[in-house]
């Protein structure tokens, strides 16, 4: 494949990343989840697939670079976490700082209800 399509399919990946985030209304998504339910271009439908996955995250990784998503990657909270991915991703809805603060809080509230609910029912030992 050439460096134009490429380009275009990673274009394409972050456009369609950004219309799973308008459909949540704000709210922030886990990436895994995020990715899984970016679809494939030209509307077949069919979900993403290893191949798929990779250009997902690559049009991922351009649209935090452009500053369109705030892409939140903590520490693992726990040794059994280590190695998964735990990023969680928010659209930011215009070019404005406050638009970043309000993804950024977006992404950080997830991250506390994913944090709050894994500590209340993750037992060590």
Known sequence: ?????????????AEAILAVLRRTGGR?????ELLARVRRPGGDGARTDGWDR???AG???ELEAAGRVVVLDPPPP???????DLRVVA???GPSPQ???????AADERWRLFLRDF????RCG
Do not use: F, K, N
């Open 28 to 32: 922030a998504l886990p990436a895994p």
């Open 91 to 93: 659209a930011v809805d």
């Open 1 to 13: 494949m050439t460096g134009t399509g490429e380009a275009g399919e990673a274009a394409g990946a």
């Open 78 to 84: 726990d040794v059994h976490l280590r190695g998964m």
């Open 99 to 105: 638009a970043q603060e309000r993804a950024r809080r």
């Open 54 to 56: 990779a250009r997902a």
């Open 119 to 122: 500590l209340a029912t993750h």
């Open 59 to 61: 049009g991922l990784a």
